[in-house]
C-alpha cells in the first residue's frame, strides 16, 4: 500500500512542484506552493461534497420533508391533548432531524479527505525541513515542520475559495444547494 502511494505521490510530483517555483525565492515560494496546493485540495474536497450531495439530494430530501410532517403532526397533536400521540410524532421528527444532521456532518468531513494525501506529497518533499520560528513561538520550540504552515494556508485557502465559490460558475449552484439544505 505505500508503493501505491509513493508511485501517486511520483505521478503528480511534477504537477504540484511547479507551483513551488514560481519565484526562485525559497520561502515566499514554499508559501505560495503551498497555498496553490492547499486550495487545490479545497477544490477536490469541495467537488466530492458536491457529487455527494447531487447523489443524495432525493435521501436529504425526504427527511426534511419527513421531519417537517412530523413536526406539524406532534403540535397539532399536542393542542388537541393527544400526549401520546404528540411523544411519538415528536420522537419521529428527532430521529429525522438526527438522520439529516449525521448526513450532513458526513457530508462536511467528506471535504477534508484530500488533506492527508496533500500531506503525504510534502512529507516526500519537506520532511526533515525545519522552518524556525518568533516568539511566542520559540518559547515551545526554535523550529517547526511543514505541518505546521500547511494548516493555517489551507485554511486560508478554504476561507478564500468560501468568499469565491458563490461567483465561480460550478460551484456557485453547489452554494445553493448547500445554502437550501442548511435551511
Request: proline residues 4%; contains cysteine; hydrophobic residues 50%.
Amino acid at each position: 500500500m505505500v508503493n501505491g502511494f509513493d508511485q501517486f505521490y511520483y505521478a503528480i510530483d511534477n504537477y504540484i512542484i511547479f507551483f513551488y517555483r514560481m519565484t526562485g525565492i525559497s520561502m515566499v515560494d514554499y508559501m505560495i506552493g503551498t497555498f496553490c496546493f492547499s486550495l487545490i485540495a479545497v477544490l477536490l474536497g469541495e467537488l466530492t461534497i458536491s457529487l455527494a450531495i447531487k447523489v443524495n439530494t432525493p435521501y436529504l430530501t425526504g427527511l426534511s420533508h419527513r421531519m417537517k410532517e412530523k413536526e406539524t403532526l406532534s403540535i397539532k397533536a399536542y393542542e388537541t391533548g393527544d400526549m401520546a400521540g404528540y411523544k411519538a410524532l415528536n420522537k419521529e421528527a428527532t430521529d429525522a432531524w438526527g438522520r439529516k444532521f449525521f448526513a450532513m456532518l458526513a457530508h462536511s468531513a467528506a471535504i477534508l479527505w484530500p488533506v492527508p494525501f496533500a500531506l503525504g506529497w510534502m512529507q516526500t518533499r519537506f520532511a526533515g525541513i525545519d522552518f524556525p520560528i518568533a516568539f511566542p513561538f520559540s518559547i515551545v520550540t526554535d523550529s517547526v515542520g511543514y505541518t505546521f504552515s500547511f494548516f493555517p494556508i489551507y485554511i486560508l485557502a478554504r476561507i478564500v475559495f468560501g468568499k469565491l465559490r458563490p461567483h465561480l460558475p460550478y460551484f456557485a449552484s453547489v452554494h445553493r444547494k448547500l445554502t437550501e439544505m442548511s435551511a
